[in-house]
């Protein structure tokens, strides 16, 4: 497998990072995850904006221009021949020695990335996943895509000990979003979700299913909401890179309406199919 280190795309065997790497020690740094599909980065822009935002609200500076980086990323699905799958690539803040927490001056950022080949997965999207509920017990700047998820490793570890696809967030009884996804739910035939504030990440996957919902005039509210009301949508999906709109039908062993994928998912779903090139 090719990985990306740096501006080179070399064998996975080849590549080393310092453990004086700041993203190593402090999890300084960013990432993003792009789906690729037929051989295409879906959302290419929106997750490249995402990724320039989250580095200037970290003051990173970035070692590539845009167009530089977007090079890289596609020269290393192709060096591996992906056509269905996604891209993880992250910039951490670079080597420091000796290991100081106050940002250093001067030192160059790092890029590396590599990927990973599947198909999507269909007989999830009908059939959809069971979820448990956990504290959302992460930092307050959860709208930057950072390196920094021992929070969110916590909370799918005590799905994943379960057999649950996901754990939803929530701090005090107010839902925030999953452990790496983005939550919405449908009460009469109104979508929610949580508002984009510094408690969620802004979700790519969320844009394109705002876009289909705004499309399909389904009313829509971006506003918190509590367990309870969690518990008596007739709804809820889980978005994100992996899981495009997947419907939730299961939460803390309950169902979700009928416990099966409801009216509004699957019209989110077909819609968000048509963004597929
Ligand atoms: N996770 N919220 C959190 C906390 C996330 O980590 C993610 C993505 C999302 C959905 O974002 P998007 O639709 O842009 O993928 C929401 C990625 C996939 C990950 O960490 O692997």
């Known amino acids: 497998m090719k990985v990306l280190v740096k501006d080179q795309i ?11 790497d700041r993203g190593y020690q402090f999890g300084d740094g ?16 929106e997750h490249m904006d995402r990724f320039y935002s989250s580095a200037e609200k970290m003051d990173l500076v970035m070692p590539y221009d ?32 000796p290991r100081n927490h106050a940002f250093p001056d001067n030192v160059e950022a790092v890029l590396t990335g590599h990927t990973k080949i599947y198909k999507r997965d269909l007989a999830m999207l009908e059939e959809g996943v069971s979820t448990v509920t956990a504290d959302d017990v992460r930092w307050l700047r959860c709208d930057i895509k950072t390196l ?23 701090r005090d009884g107010l839902v925030t979003e999953c452990s790496a996804s983005t939550l919405l739910i449908v ?23 705002m876009d289909a919902i705004a499309d399909a005039n389904i009313p829509v509210k971006e ?55």
């Open 187 to 209: 009460k009469d035939g109104v979508v929610k979700t949580h508002p984009l504030t510094n408690l969620v990440l802004p979700g790519i996957t969320r844009m394109v299913i």
């Open 148 to 170: 920094n998820l021992i929070g969110n490793c916590m909370a799918k570890t005590k799905a994943a000990k379960v057999g649950a696809e996901e754990a939803i967030l929530h």
């Open 223 to 277: 506003e918190a909401f509590m367990l309870d009301e969690l518990f008596q949508a007739d709804e809820a999906i889980l978005a994100s890179t992996g899981h495009d709109a997947t419907p939730i039908i299961e939460i803390d062993g309950k169902p979700v309406g009928n416990g099966k994928r409801g009216p509004i998912t699957a019209e989110i779903q077909r819609r968000y199919d048509l963004r597929i090139e």
């Open 66 to 97: 845009r167009e530089k980086l977007t090079t890289l990323i596609y020269d290393l699905i192709k060096a591996n021949n992906v056509v269905d799958g996604h891209v993880y690539f992250q910039l951490t803040r670079g080597v420091q020695e």
């Open 30 to 45: 960013i990432y993003e995850v792009i789906r690729v599909l037929n051989g295409k980065l879906f959302t290419e822009k």
């Open 10 to 20: 070399i064998n996975s065997a080849d590549a080393n990072v310092s453990i004086s």
